[in-house]
């Protein structure tokens, strides 16, 4: 933006956000803490896991150490005891990001779930098509007919026939979403993934993702896993059920959980559910890849380029007409 540009364009740059995305294990954090540093700004995180409290070892949620000292937003939001949409995410993400712009910061948001970053990114054409009582329940009930495990592979194949782009970044078992899926195709012909094409931005952002080669991403991601069960994941997932968290619950359903309470109950050994809960974590690392792929405006920059200071610096300048 040129010295002399009006008001009215200078109060368009600074309604910009910065974006720090990608796969899990991807430095995603220390990426955003360091430029955070440099622009004296505050983190969003973007994370369908760490907003809810008492989930600690098995989400990696940073640390204070880690954040130095930076502030973050929405994490340990919400119970472990309820359901927290992108409906609540994006009403209590909002408001914090027009706070920072009047303070004349540029909010970070940073994160691996990809439909909390397109909440607050996009007015979604999607979001207008109302929820159909009578379709819906028409795939719960292919759910109660076959069981949750085979329910979800039926829905999750039927939703490859008429969308392959959205079933390609949905896991099987996100029901919910798979079935939401189903539901704008069966309303309006259309599929979602396409749909999502006619999105409107709702500010000016620019992206950056840390990209891992896929060797060093999986070790890291192995690594990680490892060291969950050494500062006592077991115990978590125990004390959370101990506390009247139901196996069903929605924070029980992110990997580490989910994996630890079905190996239990089938008698599987704590070795054989770490390398489920390594081998699911991959592979959800693959979905989230291919998501931000088709992000606009987005950087891919190597891991060695965020522990550069002079990097950073020619981020920070790169960063300037979001300001």
Not at 129 to 151: F, P, T
Not at 234 to 242: F, I, P, R, T, Y
Not at 299 to 318: C, G, H, R, S, V
């Amino acid at each position: 933006m040129s010295a002399g540009g009006d008001k009215n364009e200078a109060k368009t740059a600074r309604n910009g956000v910065i974006v720090i995305c990608g796969p899990t294990a991807s430095s995603k954090t220390k990426f955003a803490v360091s430029l955070a540093e440099k622009l004296h700004t505050e983190v969003i995180s973007a994370d369908c896991m760490l907003v809810y409290r008492d989930l600690n070892i098995g989400t990696a949620k940073p640390t204070k150490e880690e954040m130095r000292g930076v502030k973050h937003y929405l994490i340990d939001v919400a119970s472990p005891h309820e359901k927290f949409s992108v409906g609540d995410y994006r009403a209590l993400a909002l408001p914090i990001i027009d706070r920072l712009q009047k303070e004349g910061k540029t909010p970070i948001i940073c994160g691996g779930t990809g439909f909390y970053i397109d909440s607050l990114l996009y007015n979604s054409a999607f979001g207008s098509v109302g929820a159909n009582e009578e379709i819906r329940e028409k795939y719960e009930a292919v759910l109660k007919e076959y069981g949750k495990e085979e329910g979800a592979k039926r829905l999750h194949a039927r939703l490859y026939e008429v969308d392959p782009e959205s079933a390609a970044i949905l896991h099987e078992n996100d029901t919910k979403r798979v079935i939401r899926a189903l539901e704008i195709f069966e309303q309006t012909g259309k599929k979602k993934s396409e749909q999502a094409d006619t999105k409107t931005s709702r500010c000016l952002f620019k992206a950056f993702c840390v990209d891992y080669p896929r060797d060093r991403l999986y070790e890291r991601i192995n690594a990680r896993v490892d060291k969950m069960f050494e500062d006592g994941l077991e115990n978590e997932v125990h004390a959370l059920l101990k506390d009247g968290v139901r196996k069903d619950s929605q924070c029980m359903q992110g990997i580490g959980y989910k994996e630890f309470v079905e190996g239990e109950e089938a008698g599987e050994s704590a070795e054989e559910i770490k390398e489920k809960i390594k081998q699911h974590t991959r592979n959800y690392a693959k979905r989230q890849i291919t998501y931000f792929r088709r992000m606009p405006n987005l950087t891919k920059i190597a891991p060695e380029q965020i522990e550069n200071d002079e990097n950073l610096d020619f981020m920070a300048e790169y960063l300037t007409d979001l300001m």
